[in-house]
T-cell receptor, first 112, second 115 residues
């Protein structure tokens, strides 16, 4: 079984530029999560999808962050414009029923 | 609301020594508890989880954890550390009524293993 796939693995951009991250969850997993992990800290939930519906986006900074999961499968997280403080690892995870979360390798974003 | 506190952001042990990583949680409802491991430049991998039943939970790579409700703790242990255990470890809590899918993570503990 393939795991959660994320791309790109690394991204370096200048501040004020846009950036997008892509996630393909494990096949059959209806729940998809985007987490933010700052250096030396635990992951923090940004948004959770049940199929194509965002059911918890209370921690997503909506002025610059957006996400979509149009067909209830893969998802894209976008930042526009990026700020220096957005430098972090962005983790995608998926789950099915109560079988726990499976994480992708993450995208490490560096904003210069 | 729920939260997790991991005591000690860095723990160093000698190879072959006991590993003890501490985790305390707070939750207003019965918790599900998890330990994840993160190797450099990789995602988080589930080590073990407690949902209901036996309070001593065994996981992969020889790790185990014990749920102690009276102490609100879920400490992770391994009898004998191996060099390959060097990684970052995260404790997480979820409320049982959402099927364990809404995780709140602790700040992590970096385990270093000395030869």
């Amino acid at each position: 079984e393939a795991g959660v796939v994320q791309s790109p693995r690394y991204k370096i951009i200048e501040k004020k530029q846009p950036v997008a991250f892509w996630c393909n969850p494990i096949s059959g997993h209806n729940t998809l999560y985007w987490y933010l992990q700052n250096l030396g800290q635990g992951p923090e939930l940004l948004i959770r999808y049940e199929n194509e519906e965002a059911v918890d986006d209370s921690q997503l900074p909506k002025d610059r962050f957006s996400a979509e999961r149009l067909k209830g499968v893969d998802s894209t997280l976008k930042i526009q414009p990026a700020e220096l403080g957005d430098s972090a690892v962005y983790l995608c995870a998926s789950s099915y029923q109560n079988r726990g979360l499976f994480f992708g390798p993450g995208t490490r974003l560096t904003v210069l | 609301a729920q939260s997790v506190t991991q005591l000690g952001s860095h723990v160093s042990v000698s190879e072959g020594a006991l590993v003890l990583l501490r985790c305390n949680y707070s939750s207003s409802v019965p918790p599900y508890l998890f330990w994840y491991v993160q190797y450099p430049n990789q995602g988080l991998q589930l080590l073990l989880k407690y949902t209901t039943g036996a309070t001593l939970v065994k996981g992969i790579n020889g790790f185990e954890a014990e749920f102690k409700k009276s102490e609100t703790s879920f400490h992770l242990t391994k009898p004998s550390a191996h060099m390959s255990d060097a990684a970052e470890y995260f404790c997480a809590v979820s409320e049982a009524d959402n099927a364990g899918n809404m995780l709140t993570f602790g700040g992590g503990t970096r385990l270093m293993v000395k030869p």
